[in-house]
């Protein structure tokens, strides 16, 4: 078994920035870059996710110490591994949307948590512990549409998924302090009732295991997103669980609400906690919170250039 203390249970990026990869993009990541420079007021990341936008691709400074092809049958047949397991395994998930006002404070906020449970013929669903609670001023949907921002699959690419896929390496870059691939991932082909991911994601170069993601769902009729809320680019980060498997457990995205006078930044950050498998919940009824430090995510969202 792998030191797990040397990575750590949770991949978080230190409070001080790191120096991101110029990339250039061919698709839509390019077109949801935020500016600290332009936003309207504090623009404090959260602590343990520092948000870095890719801005452009440039060519590769050398080729990766395995074969690209290699490297990418490694981490998709762990993604189907992860992908596989997951279902296994209860959990609590947040969810919350955050509107800013024009002086970058928060204004209002919706907040609403779930537990995942298995039923009695074994199919899993989320039971809500209570009635979302909910401050916003502006911002209107149903608590539905909320939910519908984590029905999208958690592993994108799968080795059973990979000939739906051009994967393309790019460079490296350092990820909380662990080397990293990084690839870009595009749908071969599209259609309209299988969403595919369009984005990047960055590989454990020592492991070929997926560190973290950003980029959206696709169809053939562009974004896969609620039509009451903007979401579509996620980027997500993975935790540890049980010493050998990686579940997301931290995504977020940046959006802009448009009102008939003036434009509402607005956040939402979901997360996973307390994982532990059925088996063990089942005989443990109240499994221990994690200990894990959760994010804050108070700071607002630069707006769209």
């Known amino acids: 078994?792998?030191?797990?203390?040397?990575?750590?249970?949770?991949?978080?990026?230190?409070?001080?920035?790191?120096?991101?990869?110029?990339m250039m993009l061919a698709f839509s990541v390019v077109s949801v870059s935020f500016s600290q420079e332009n936003a309207p007021g504090p623009l404090t990341p959260p602590p343990e996710h520092h948000v870095i936008r890719i801005?452009?691709?440039?060519?590769?400074?050398?080729?990766?110490?395995?074969?690209?092809a290699e490297i990418i049958q490694g981490f998709s047949k762990k993604e189907e591994e992860y992908q596989a397991a997951r279902p296994q395994y209860a959990y609590r998930k947040t969810i919350r949307i955050q509107e800013f006002g024009p002086d970058g404070r928060s204004a209002g906020e919706f907040t609403a948590t779930y537990d995942a449970v298995l039923s009695g013929d074994g199919k899993l669903y989320e039971?809500?512990?209570?009635?979302?609670?909910?401050?916003?001023?502006?911002?209107?949907?149903?608590?539905?549409?909320a939910q519908a921002l984590t029905r999208v699959p958690a592993y994108p690419v799968t080795a059973g998924q990979l000939s739906k896929y051009n994967v393309k390496y790019l460079n490296t870059e350092k990820v909380d302090e662990v080397d990293c691939y990084i690839f870009q991932v595009s749908p071969r082909t599209l259609d309209r009732q299988h969403p595919l991911f369009d984005g990047v994601i960055w590989v454990d170069?020592?492991?070929?295991?997926?560190?973290?993601?950003?980029g959206n769902w696709v169809t053939d009729l562009g974004d896969l997103h609620p039509p009451t809320l903007p979401f579509s680019m996620f980027e997500t980060y993975r935790e540890n669980v049980g010493g050998k498997?990686?579940?997301?457990?931290?995504?977020?995205?940046?959006?802009?609400?448009?009102?008939?006078?003036?434009?509402?930044p607005i956040r939402v950050t979901i997360k996973w906690t307390n994982f532990k498998p059925f088996?063990?919940?089942?005989?443990?009824?109240?499994?221990?919170?994690?200990?894990?430090?959760?994010?804050?995510?108070?700071?607002p969202p630069a707006p769209k250039p």
């Open 245 to 264: 498997y990686w579940f997301p457990n931290y995504s977020r995205a940046e959006g802009i609400y448009k009102m008939k006078d003036h434009d509402i």
């Open 127 to 145: 039971r809500a512990i209570a009635a979302p609670v909910s401050t916003l001023e502006y911002l209107s949907f149903e608590p539905e549409d």
């Open 1 to 22: 078994m792998r030191d797990i203390e040397s990575r750590r249970s949770t991949y978080r990026l230190p409070a001080t920035p790191f120096i991101g990869l110029a």
């Open 55 to 68: 801005e452009g691709v440039p060519e590769p400074e050398a080729p990766p110490s395995l074969p690209p």
């Open 279 to 299: 088996s063990a919940v089942s005989s443990a009824p109240n499994p221990p919170a994690s200990h894990a430090k959760p994010p804050d995510p108070a700071s």
């Open 205 to 214: 170069q020592k492991y070929l295991e997926v560190v973290k993601t950003y």
